[in-house]
């Protein structure tokens, strides 16, 4: 059973324009949440987080949305630049737990 | 300062054979993930050490899989008589171990090939 789900396996975007990734969680234990970034030949980097007492963190170009109702979370990132073209992964822990659930994975590629 | 390392960086081996994958955390950091990335799969938790605490082992998918980490740095994962399902990117990560939510830190990955 996917406890988190990336339903996006890739998602194109030109560049300058507005990037979203979704993922959705169904253990309501979950308040802590993460996305990764990483690149091929690469461990994934850590981009940005949220605890559940918010509904959004932004960072620069990066802002992480959360709907605790809808059990949903989004990163949008803007403007979107070449470089950013990676694989995305969203995870989720609860606070005081080391362990992260991980997504599947959304590859994203801007276009230049 | 340096990240988290692994080694190799590539394993091809026929089935059957053991492997010995290696993790050198971040200097300090006394929590210790294994994790494997199969191909389009997420990343599965597999191993977890925290200091002198026995691991959490829960996500080693069978008896052929072992982890050990020595004085409480370098960490060894081992599979025995691999097979072809074993196939997959294995990824260690390390943490400060300290406070409610931890960051982690990947290294690049090992990847394992299982002919």
């Known amino acids: 059973d996917q406890q988190v789900k990336q339903n996006s396996p890739s998602l194109s975007v030109q560049e300058g324009r507005i990037s979203i990734l979704n993922c959705d969680y169904t253990n309501s234990m979950f308040d802590y949440f993460l996305w990764y970034k990483k690149y091929p030949a690469e461990g994934p980097t850590f981009l940005i987080s949220?605890?559940?007492?918010?509904d959004k963190n932004e960072d620069g170009r990066f802002t992480v949305f959360l709907n605790k109702s809808a059990k949903h979370l989004s990163l949008h990132i803007v403007p979107s630049q070449p470089g950013d073209s990676a694989v995305y992964f969203c995870a989720a822990s609860g606070i005081g737990t080391y362990k992260y659930i991980f997504g599947t994975g959304t590859r994203l590629k801007v276009l230049a | 300062g340096a990240g988290v390392s692994q080694s190799p960086s590539n394993k091809v081996t026929e089935k059957g054979k053991d492997v010995e994958l290696r993790c050198d955390p971040i200097?300090?950091?006394?929590?210790l993930y294994w994790y494997r990335q199969s191909l389009g799969q997420g990343l599965e938790f597999l191993i977890y050490f925290q200091g002198n605490s026995a691991p959490d082992k829960s996500g080693l998918p069978s008896d052929r899989f072992s982890a050990e980490r020595t004085g409480g740095s370098v960490s060894t994962l081992t599979i025995q008589r691999t097979q072809q399902e074993d196939s997959a990117v294995y990824l260690c990560?390390?943490?400060?171990?300290?406070?409610?939510?931890?960051?982690?830190?990947f290294g690049p990955g090992t990847r394992l090939l299982v002919l």
């Open positions: 949220i605890s559940s007492i918010k």
């Open positions: 990560a390390s943490s400060t171990g300290i406070g409610l939510v931890e960051t982690q830190y």
């Open positions: 200097s300090g950091h006394t929590a």
